[in-house]
């Protein structure tokens, strides 16, 4: 009997030391010690992301692109453009306004005006007339060009140094026209016509046209132009220049490179070989190019715009830049349609 008391009592006991530990509203269960295999995370100011950007404080900066047309070359300028600025300053620090202009002028303006509305931070103009819609908006906003041949035709400067100067500089797509010329000599030697096809709305074809123009006719080539205003009449402008000339050059120009189907239509069937001043070109309509990568420039001018935005760059003293390369590239089945033999040296225009 005395064993059975004094068990009840020690059960009373434990029970009113539970009901002692219990007490003080129970943080144990609420709060369970925290796992030392985990970081524990440092409070701090403004509940910024802990993640730091690649460069720069984790600042997001608002991009405008303007691209004034739709081709392969231009694309690939805005999507070395993008990579470069994504990966030098994280994905989640960019943001990019984009607006395509479809070949109008006039929608280049819309596009700019839209993004002077929305404060961009930058702007990239991407071809000759997004630079100069770009040029007449703003004189406050860092404007960079890209795929442009020659600011000075573009802006109408004098005494061109290689700095534009103000708010704007960028990058070229000019390959070296010399070299061009005589590529175009090492080919078709005994060629006696050279006909140059462009569109007459683009300064800087007409630029390119006006250069290797000289150096054709110091080569003693006989040299005629043939410019199509529109796409309209590319194919019929195409056409006169067949008639005319034993080779057809293209210099790096937008109307031309959206219709390169439309003028391969005509010059192949006319057995008259076409030297591109761009890959893209060649790859439609061309036998050989001496081509830049618009990728690079489009890299190169991200590279800039992080300089400028994250580091304070001075974008008046920024010198236009070029393209670290140029290669000498030739399409094949174009080549072997026309019985052109390709000296060494030429790389194969990699087709879609």
Same mark, same amino acid.
């Given at each position: 009997?005395? =064993?059975?008391? %004094?068990?009840?009592? @020690?059960?009373?006991?434990? +029970?009113?030391?539970?009901?002692?530990?219990? /007490? *003080?509203?129970?943080?144990?269960?609420?709060?369970?010690?925290?796992?030392?295999?985990?970081?524990?995370?440092?409070?701090?100011?403004?509940?910024?992301?802990?993640?730091?950007?690649?460069?720069?404080?984790?600042?997001?900066?608002?991009?405008?692109?303007?691209?004034?047309?739709?081709?392969?070359?231009?694309?690939?300028?805005?999507?070395?453009? =993008?990579?470069? %600025?994504?990966?030098? @300053?994280?994905?989640?620090? +960019?943001?990019?306004?984009?607006?395509?202009? /479809? *070949?109008?002028?006039?929608?280049?303006?819309?596009?700019?005006?839209?993004?002077?509305?929305?404060?961009?931070?930058?702007?990239?103009?991407?071809?000759?007339?997004?630079?100069?819609?770009?040029?007449?908006?703003?004189?406050?906003?860092?404007?960079?060009?890209?795929?442009?041949?020659?600011?000075?035709?573009?802006?109408?400067?004098?005494?061109?140094?290689?700095?534009?100067?103000?708010?704007?500089?960028?990058?070229?797509?000019?390959?070296?026209?010399?070299?061009?010329?005589?590529?175009?000599?090492?080919?078709?030697?005994?060629?006696?016509?050279?006909?140059?096809?462009?569109?007459?709305?683009?300064?800087?074809?007409?630029?390119?046209?006006?250069?290797?123009?000289?150096?054709?006719?110091?080569?003693?080539?006989?040299?005629?132009?043939?410019?199509?205003?529109?796409?309209?009449?590319?194919?019929?402008?195409?056409?006169?220049?067949?008639?005319?000339?034993?080779?057809?050059?293209?210099?790096?120009?937008?109307?031309?490179?959206?219709?390169?189907?439309?003028?391969?239509?005509?010059?192949?069937?006319?057995?008259?070989?076409?030297?591109?001043?761009?890959?893209?070109?060649?790859?439609?309509?061309?036998?050989?190019?001496?081509?830049?990568?618009?990728?690079?420039?489009?890299?190169?001018?991200?590279?800039?715009?992080?300089?400028?935005?994250?580091?304070?760059?001075?974008?008046?003293?920024?010198?236009?830049?070029?393209?670290?390369?140029?290669?000498?590239?030739?399409?094949?089945?174009?080549?072997?349609?026309?019985?052109?033999?390709?000296?060494?040296?030429?790389?194969?225009?990699?087709?879609?």
């Amino acid at each position: 009997m005395k =064993k059975k008391i %004094l068990a009840l009592l @020690l059960a009373c006991m434990m +029970v009113a030391g539970l009901a002692a530990c219990s /007490s *003080g509203g129970g943080t144990q269960e609420s709060n369970p010690p925290q796992d030392e295999t985990q970081p524990v995370e440092t409070a701090q100011s403004g509940g910024g992301d802990n993640t730091a950007a690649p460069a720069g404080d984790g600042t997001k900066y608002t991009i405008g692109i303007c691209q004034q047309d739709q081709h392969p070359a231009l694309d690939a300028a805005t999507q070395g453009f =993008k990579e470069a %600025l994504i990966e030098k @300053l994280g994905e989640a620090n +960019v943001e990019f306004k984009e607006g395509n202009a /479809s *070949g109008d002028t006039a929608n280049c303006s819309t596009i700019i005006n839209g993004f002077l509305s929305e404060n961009v931070d930058l702007i990239l103009a991407n071809a000759t007339g997004s630079l100069q819609a770009a040029h007449s908006a703003t004189a406050d906003i860092p404007i960079l060009g890209t795929s442009i041949t020659d600011y000075a035709t573009a802006l109408e400067l004098e005494d061109w140094s290689g700095t534009v100067g103000g708010n704007i500089s960028g990058t070229s797509d000019l390959a070296p026209l010399d070299q061009q010329a005589e590529m175009l000599h090492e080919l078709f030697p005994d060629a006696q016509s050279v006909g140059l096809l462009y569109c007459s709305g683009e300064p800087n074809s007409v630029y390119q046209c006006d250069v290797i123009e000289g150096y054709l006719k110091d080569m003693g080539y006989s040299v005629s132009r043939f410019a199509f205003t529109d796409t309209n009449d590319v194919a019929s402008v195409a056409q006169t220049a067949c008639d005319s000339s034993d080779v057809i050059y293209i210099p790096t120009d937008n109307t031309a490179a959206k219709n390169t189907e439309a003028i391969a239509n005509v010059v192949l069937p006319a057995g008259v070989p076409v030297v591109a001043g761009e890959e893209g070109i060649c790859k439609g309509c061309g036998a050989v190019t001496l081509t830049i990568s618009y990728y690079d420039i489009g890299y190169i001018a991200g590279e800039m715009a992080c300089d400028i935005l994250v580091n304070g760059a001075d974008i008046s003293t920024m010198a236009v830049k070029s393209a670290p390369e140029v290669v000498k590239k030739y399409n094949a089945a174009n080549c072997e349609a026309l019985n052109i033999t390709v000296p060494d040296g030429y790389e194969a225009v990699v087709m879609d």
